[in-house]
């Protein structure tokens, strides 16, 4: 069994929506970095991310988190590696 998963937290807000719901359809978790990487740029609307994956799971590998920008545009996400209880 992993003992470690990726949270995933956007910036976008959903204002129209519930507090829990708009919390739900902004964040995730996966139980890679890949599949982290991808949701994350798909939740936060980043079609033209500035941190290339590699870099990412550097990142992640040194620090423990990344946050990854739209070029040119305000959507971020970030992705923390976190230990499963």
């Given amino acids: 069994m992993k003992t470690s998963c990726y949270i995933i937290i956007t910036n976008i807000e959903k204002p129209e929506l519930e507090w829990g719901?708009?919390?739900?359809?902004?964040?995730?978790?996966?139980?890679?970095?890949?599949k982290a990487y991808e949701i994350a740029n798909f939740l936060a609307g980043i079609t033209d991310p500035d941190t290339a994956y590699r870099k990412v799971l550097e990142t992640i590998k040194i620090k423990g988190a990344c946050t990854i920008k739209q070029k040119g545009g305000e959507q971020a996400a970030t992705i923390i590696l976190s230990k499963k209880y």
């Fill in 21 to 34: 719901k708009a919390m739900q359809e902004t964040m995730g978790v996966c139980s890679n970095c890949v």
